[in-house]
């Protein structure tokens, strides 16, 4: 029997959205009376903020490093996010982190947008981090902090 994880002998088809379970840690961030759209819900770009602040946030606090001022910084090279139901402000959100692959200069995320204290998620998303030289811009290995911390969210899921 399956226990809704997606890394686990039967996982959870494509389209079910994911459960905590599925994520590492967690972000608590408020939806904001501007999130909201014409229709009443939260708009699409919206999640994308939610995102870059869950993940920078996470990595700063987790980190206890200004990681704008490492030699080498995290670009954002892709996103993209998979909506199961809306949102609207006021809802209050736990963004779920997770790492799908980890390299020596990249990092893809995987994320959950959760209503607080609901089992399962209202998106899903995916956000791509490539490491560059602060100065340069060109390519580079990632910083050894950062590393040493995203290992710990573990990879697969």
Sequence with gaps: MS????????????DAPP????????????????????????????YYSYFDTAVNGWL??????????????GLVVETSCRYFRPLSFPDVLEIGLGVERLGTS?????LGVFRQHEPEAVAAGRFVHVYVDAQTRRPTMMPAVVRDLV????TGG
Excluded: C, K, Q
Excluded at 3 to 14: E, F, I
Excluded at 62 to 72: C, E, H, K, Q, Y
Excluded at 106 to 110: M, N, P, Q, T
């Design 151 to 154: 290992a710990g969210l573990g």
């Design 60 to 73: 700063i606090e987790a980190g206890g490093v200004d990681i704008r001022t490492l030699p080498a910084i």
């Design 3 to 14: 226990d809704g994880r997606t890394n686990d002998a039967s996982p959870r088809s494509a």
């Design 106 to 110: 990249s990092i893809v995320y995987r």
């Design 19 to 46: 459960a905590r379970a599925d994520f590492a840690v967690f972000r608590t961030l408020a939806t904001r009376w501007m999130d909201n759209d014409h229709y009443g819900h939260v708009n699409n770009v919206a």
